[in-house]
């Protein structure tokens, strides 16, 4: 038990509360307190004294888990006072003093030297600066160097470069040939970020090659139906002599009539005007849809209406 504890005050007690605790435990003991008890009144109301009894107090709680002198060393300045490196000067000289009572000169001696090190530097607004550049330098040579491991350490590809050669546009993409174009470009993202321009360049290359055939429409039909002919090519030559080869068609890529629906609208609305109604909305919506689509629509709308006049014929 230690003497704040003995006389039942706080570490922060002021000089007149410690008397007070003092007479109250004196009068609990019927005014004959031990001698301990006035050995802590007389050390804890002594100003040096009590500096003194409060390091060995501090020194004492945190023996267990001072730091050792190499590891104290090899923290920088910010680290010995436990700060960061945005702190201001209060918060510097806070954290100094919290220090040297836990490495107080009498007890830990070189850890004292290493603390006032630290603050004599970070407390010179001119030394910091100087400082606070030479630790980030030092930041960014051991980052270049670990990127230089892990990139040693990543020397060889995941796929040989004569394999990916070999592979088309899809496969290095790792893409089926209908996929989407959204999911063309997602695969492409992941590829490059899988074969790094910096690590494999001549890998890089070759992705990036069949993203610029298979973004784009028009050299992906032509590229897919090439990729078509070479395949039912290859699969003929391996057929059986005796069998007639089957020809092959390629894929037909039809597109739907459309209309000129700006057109339309003017031809149903003068048309309305000139002449009737009846004629020129029909004709309007066919040159707006377009003659197909809108022959497909008034077919399904007679076919509709023929099912509900069944209906009304049915149930009336």
């Keep these: 038990m230690n003497y704040y504890e003995l006389l039942g005050v706080k570490e922060t007690a002021s000089k007149d509360e410690i008397k007070r605790a003092y007479v109250i435990k004196a009068q609990t003991n019927g005014n004959q307190p031990p001698k301990e ?3 802590a009144l007389l050390t804890l109301t002594d100003p040096l004294s009590r500096i ?3 390091r060995v107090l501090a020194s004492e709680q945190t023996s267990s888990t001072v730091l050792s002198l190499q590891g104290l060393k090899k923290l920088n300045y910010y680290e010995r006072l436990k700060i960061n490196t945005y702190a201001n000067q209060e918060a510097i000289k806070k954290s100094y003093y919290e220090q040297i009572k836990i490495f107080s000169n009498e007890l830990y001696p070189d850890h004292f030297i290493l603390i006032r090190e630290a603050y004599e530097v970070l407390s010179d607004p001119i030394e910091r ?3 606070s550049s030479q630790l980030e330098q030092e930041h960014s040579n051991q980052s270049s160097s670990k990127n230089q491991k892990h990139r ?3 020397s060889n590809p995941p796929i040989p470069l004569a394999e990916l050669r070999a592979m088309n546009y899809f496969d290095r993409l790792n893409v089926n040939p209908y996929a989407a174009p959204e999911k063309v470009k997602e695969s492409y993202y992941i590829q490059i970020k899988r074969f790094n321009n910096e690590v494999f360049p001549e890998h890089f290359l070759l992705i990036k090659e069949a993203y610029e055939f298979l973004s784009d429409p028009i050299r992906r039909r032509e590229y897919l139906i090439q990729l078509n002919l ?3 090519h290859r699969n003929s030559s391996h057929q059986n002599t005796d069998t007639e080869p089957e020809s092959y068609s390629p894929p037909v890529y039809s597109e739907e009539i459309s209309g000129h629906p ?3 609208w003017i031809i149903a609305i003068l048309g309305s005007f000139m002449f009737t109604p009846v004629i020129a909305i029909p004709l309007g919506i066919a040159v707006g849809m377009g003659f197909a689509r809108a022959f497909k629509a008034v077919g399904t709308l007679i076919v509709i209406g023929i099912i509900l006049l069944f209906l009304i014929a049915l149930f009336s």
């Design 37 to 39: 008890m006035k050995q």
């Design 52 to 54: 003194q009894y409060d």
């Design 129 to 131: 600066k100087k400082y």
């Design 152 to 154: 040693s350490s990543e």
């Design 230 to 232: 070479g395949s039912s």
């Design 262 to 264: 700006m057109l339309g």
